[in-house]
């Protein structure tokens, strides 16, 4: 969704700031924009369309060396110049970038208004600039503080004024936003892929906390004015993990690397002489662990999906009773929170609206949280109690293929670490423990079958409407599988259990609508075949992934084999002929395949 950046230093501020705008682009946007702060005042300039339409239209004499920058993603009004950030005051002299809503802005428009303010824009956004400037407290923090007094919503804030021309003030309540400290200069950004090339020094902001930032320095404090003496933190992600490399795109990159990330993860956390994982993250002794009586995770869209995966590797391998839930729907449902059940948050960009809310309310209902977040430091994994860090590195693509992997094996590890301190054998755990081992290799022997599977997406590529079926442990495959498709081929991909494709859909089946089979080697294959072949025999054409030596009968010219790892675990090699086949069914069709259509990396709006 929206992304800030900022920059105040001694280099040029315009080409800083239009770089950290294009390393946010993945995030979904459809418009942008920059103000810079120079000799002859403030110059705003925005379009509407892709950075690179922004950065043609600068002046070419652009020298100033304080700046904000947004992408925008529309909320209130459409995508026009106008509604671009950023936004600024009647007079010209205060601008300001806003990433979030404000519940009040008609209020605070009606109230503007009546005192004799113009709008130019139908933003939400607009009203602050206007607060700001109206302010008649001495400094630029005091009149941010005193807009934001007259705020309710969410934001991520940067705010310039003519005035004070050495400084960006910024201030967080509910969407992100990361200080970078370099040499004699500072950044802002919504994201730290926006400011990795420059630093690797930040400092997260908290909810309710700002920051006045200035070149050589920056003073956080809260909004009674209290300083908060902000330390930066180190963080692991380097440039070269959010360049493209030598691939066509993001995703492609993504999923080519996961052999080398998930072996990444796993250092470190394999106990295998006592068969169990070591997750110190958790914060919770084995004791705390055995008390739980329930699992209850929390996620949304395709962390969702991986979500009910964990669920059936917990309830099979710590045979404790689990569920997932859409945590947008959860948060609003004014959910049972219970004292003994673990609930776990997953998450890829640790920055998801619904799921933080999710993970609000049942703090404030004493329930116990842990996440499985990629992003370090983001705002679930800062607000849950413990967590699993996934470590997939940087994920550029909106189609999430990597950290999705990578929540799996969150999960076998999680669901391992639960079975251990209950009925669980060293054994069984040893067992869990080597296919954990072995997932590096078997998921580079799925990436070596690639080319089979592009003809296969391609053929897919031309159906207008898909099903893709699974069971049990395969059904989160399959709705994974039609999740993927349909996000970056906006093909119709529907999922369905195998089992219930007889209760109705097999009513649609026909040679124009194919169908996707998740059949594994396991105690439901002659069942699967079985439906797949009821599908054959009505005229459909099935594509059917597979484990080796699974005798397929008919259905043997379109399989793609994934090797066979242990029956728990299996689900995750699955899932990745499904990032194949859309990808590849996506170029077949043309398509930008990195930013789809309607689409946002991380949903920081209801
Ligand atoms: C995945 O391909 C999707 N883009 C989307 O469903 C995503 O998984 C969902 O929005 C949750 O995002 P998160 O993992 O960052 O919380």
Redesign the pocket.
Known sequence: MCGIVGYVGRQPAAPILIEGLTRLEYRGYDSAGISVLGPSGQTVVRRVGRVRELEAALPKRLSGTVGIGHTRWATHGPATEANAHPHSSEDGRVSVVHNGIIDNANALRERLTREGVTFTSDTDTEVLAHLVARSAADTLEKRVLDALEHVVGTYAVAVLDVEVPDRVVVARNGSPLIIGVGEREMFVASDVSALVRHTSSVIHLEDGELASVTARDYRTFTRESDDTGRVPTEIEVSEDDVEIGGHGHYMAKEIAEQPETVARMLRGRLDTRFGTARLDGLNLSPRELRAFKRVTIL?????YYVGELGALMIEELARIPAHAEAASEFRYRNPIIEPDTLYVAV???GE?AD?AFAVREIKRKGGQVVGLVNVVGSTIARECDGGIYLHAGPEIA???TK?LTHMGVGFALLALLLGRVRDLSVADGQRILAGLERLPADIATVLADEERIATLATELSAAESLFFIGRVRGFPVAREGA??FK?ISYRHAEAYQTSELKHGPLALIEESRPTVAVIPDDELTDRNRAAAEQVVARGGRVVAVTHPGVDLGGLDDRRIDVPRNEIELDPILLMIPMQLLAYHAAGALGLDIDKPRN?AK??TVE
Not at 299 to 303: E, I, K, R
């Open positions: 996620g949304c869209g395709s962390a998450s890829q960009s998801t799921t909106v189609a999430s950290a999740q993927k996000e689409l991380s949903v």
